[in-house]
């Protein structure tokens, strides 16, 4: 599980561009929009194709998104339950 | 400021080869949403596409008929411009003081290979070079690539340029296509619905990409048998995020102010709207609080995306040409699937198709970037 | 009778370099674009993390905006730009990601900036510029549009000045000239200066 949460800190600092954020910096119950990261709607399409492309997880309902993508642990949870490859 | 006129138009759309067809189809309320399968997402949603095998057919009859002869190979899209154009050109003599107006917001992309670094055959200026050298324009085209927006603010343009004294008159052509470009684009965004779309409706679920072409000529004089005039217009941007509508439908309302004001007219003297109606929930959403802003909640409102999908760089011409043509049958088009609200704020959607004394349209789109534009249409009394 | 408008700043970016209103302004030498754009990001002192997450049209065109405007008091500005290659650089790379059927994940924040126009868009956020705005595509630099619809836009007052040039970005070619118009300024805005600025 630590593994695949630093992981995730890892993809989502590349995939979002996070250029000024480093892994240390996120922390696992932070929350990952509004105020945490200040993550966007783009930024919620873009893991959601993350998830698709990585780990094999297809998310349509946007109200399911919203509860995994909460924190890096939501996060890593949902995909270690539902992970495809 | 001198008063700018509509001259002849005409459009081919997913659901006719000209303005009679199409115009003959929406009053008997005909959709020209499909299924489609985007391959490699595995994906079935919903588009409305003009078949290519008719469109060919359509196009070499009317080269045929018009004795324009060509040895030019043309995609579909210059085909669909070409058509669009021909009705219209036949009404113009194109003067050094004409200029030609190119709406689009991807243009040929469709036939662009990502192998093919630096290929032209996306070039929009290349695109608008063939169709204005195809017509014999004189002037170098004007391409406007401003988003969803694109085709309404071309006739703002226009009616700005002939204002100024830049040119006397203009053609304007807007068109797109479904490609799978946009389509797999949307789909990433989670923006495409699988059914018919149904603007302003609770059970909305997103947009139908469709494709079409609309011509206009815009111009300084007024012209017999053609009543219509820009009274006002205006494109103001919201500042708030590149794709998702703002919150509080700032930028369009801030538009539709200014169209008003520009026509020295009060919210009350306009007849129905055409608005933009993407069928997603966030804009629409938008409209519904920037048209209740400029005190427009109670005025006759439809999207036209039901029948035409949204047809991207070509939407806003398309639908103020529908839209002029509502003024000058004083028909009224029901907003196809609607039935019951799904916006915060009510708005008056039209459900039938009524007739009554229709004397001025607002005009509206907005899209990606946090582009607006309104513009107002009015028929003019002889 | 119409009013006469000056050009009260301009900046100009490509390969060669960077230059406001004619001065030179230095930034580290950089073997491309993405840490070209990385340094001057950072010299200019402005921090905006959505700069990384831009595509390079628009981080282009912020930098060129942020080079004029940085210290501007008004948001009464429209803005009017236009470029020879709309998206493309963009759109190749959306194309990229729907190429093999068996790797298909469109990208929605690459698809996003595959219009030439949400350049705009970023400016208008970055400097809250709730104003008229229009995207133009030409083979060159439209001086002659340009110019009259810089005038229009200020005499029917539709702003208060004008934010008009040039942002073009196709595979590390680059090139940018942008000027703001208003009542007063260092140059005429005539077609002859603007000709000459966006040369």
Same mark, same amino acid.
């Given at each position: ?85 | ?242 794709? *998702?509508?703002?919150?509080? $439908?700032?930028? %369009? ?5 200014? /169209? @008003?004001? +520009?026509?020295? !007219? ?70 196809? *699937?609607?039935?019951?609200? $799904?916006?915060? %704020? ?5 459900? /039938? @198709?009524? +007739?009554?004394? !229709? ?24 | ?199």
């Amino acid at each position: 599980m630590e593994e695949l949460k630093a992981e995730l800190k890892t993809k989502i600092i590349e995939a979002l561009n996070l250029e000024e954020v480093t892994v240390d910096e996120i922390e696992d119950q932070a929350p990952l929009f509004g105020d945490g990261l200040g993550l966007d709607s783009i930024d919620a399409l873009e893991l959601t194709v993350l998830l698709d492309k990585d780990y094999g997880i297809k998310v349509t309902d946007p109200k399911i998104g919203k509860t995994i993508f909460q924190s890096i642990e939501t996060l890593a949870t949902y995909i270690s339950e539902n992970r495809t490859k | 400021m001198k008063k700018v006129y509509l001259g002849a138009y005409n459009c081919v759309s997913p659901i006719g080869n000209n303005l009679t067809e199409t115009w003959n189809a929406l009053v008997k309320g005909k959709s020209g949403a499909k299924q489609v399968t985007i391959t490699g997402m595995e994906a079935d949603i919903c588009a409305a596409l003009v078949g290519e095998d008719e469109l060919n057919g359509y196009f070499n009859k009317l080269l045929r008929e018009e004795n324009l002869y060509t040895s030019t190979g043309f995609t579909k899209l210059e085909k669909l411009m070409i058509a669009a154009l021909i009705p219209v050109i036949k009404t113009v003599t194109i003067t050094q003081e004409t200029t030609f107006i190119v709406s689009t917001t991807k243009g040929n992309i469709a036939y662009c290979e990502p192998e093919e670094k630096g290929s032209t055959a996306a070039s929009l200026p290349a695109l608008a070079q063939k169709i204005g050298d195809f017509f014999g324009f004189k002037r170098p085209p004007i391409i406007i690539s401003n988003a969803c927006v694109s085709g309404l603010q071309a006739i703002s343009t226009a009616k700005r340029l002939i204002q100024m004294n830049y040119c006397t008159d203009a053609v304007i052509v807007a068109g797109d296509l479904v490609s799978e470009f946009v389509l797999s684009g949307f789909k990433s965004f989670q923006a495409l619905s699988d059914r018919a779309c149904i603007p302003y409706d609770e059970a909305r679920q997103g947009l139908n990409l469709g494709e079409a072409a609309a011509a206009i000529h815009v111009t300084g004089q007024q012209l017999q048998n053609h009543p219509f005039s820009i009274a006002g217009e205006a494109s103001i941007n919201d500042a708030n995020h590149i794709s *998702g509508p703002s919150r509080t $439908g700032e930028g %369009l309302k801030r538009s539709i102010v200014s /169209a @008003l004001a +520009e026509a020295k !007219l009060e919210p009350n003297s306009i007849d129905f709207i055409c608005a933009h109606g993407t069928a997603t929930i966030y804009n629409d959403e938008m409209e519904a609080i920037a048209i209740h802003r400029s005190g427009l909640a109670d005025k006759p409102i439809h999207s036209l995306k039901g029948y035409f999908g949204h047809t991207l760089g070509a939407a806003g011409l398309l639908e103020s040409i529908i839209s002029l043509e509502c003024l000058r049958h004083n028909l009224l088009l029901p907003s196809l *699937g609607y039935q019951k609200q $799904g916006t915060s %704020l009510p708005l008056a959607v039209i459900k /039938a @198709l009524s +007739e009554q004394p !229709l004397k001025r349209c607002l005009k509206t789109a907005s899209g990606f970037a946090g582009t607006n534009t309104a513009v107002l249409f009015e028929r003019e009394l002889y | 009778m119409e009013q006469l408008y000056q050009i009260s700043r301009h900046c100009r970016m490509d390969t060669q370099g960077v230059y406001r209103n004619g001065e030179q302004i230095s930034v580290e030498a950089s073997p491309d674009f993405a840490s070209f754009s990385k340094s001057l990001y950072y010299s200019l002192g402005t921090s905006y993390p959505k700069f990384f997450k831009m595509d390079n049209l628009s981080k282009l065109a912020w930098l060129g905006a942020e080079l004029l405007l940085k210290d501007e008091q008004t948001t009464n500005i429209a803005i009017v730009l236009s470029n020879r290659h709309s998206s493309l650089d963009t759109d190749l790379k959306h194309l990229a990601t729907i190429s093999d059927n068996e790797q298909y994940y469109p990208s929605p924040a690459i698809f996003v900036y595959t219009l030439p126009n949400v350049c705009i868009g970023e400016i208008a956020i970055r400097h809250n510029l709730q104003t008229e705005n229009i995207f133009f595509v030409s083979e060159q630099f439209d001086s002659q549009l340009a110019v009259n619809y810089s005038n229009y836009l200020l005499n029917t007052k539709r702003a208060e000045k004008v934010l008009c040039g040039w942002v073009d970005y196709l595979q590390e070619n680059y090139k940018l000239v942008l000027y703001l118009v208003e009542k007063t300024g260092i140059l005429a805005h005539n077609l002859d200066v603007v000709r000459q600025l966006t040369r």
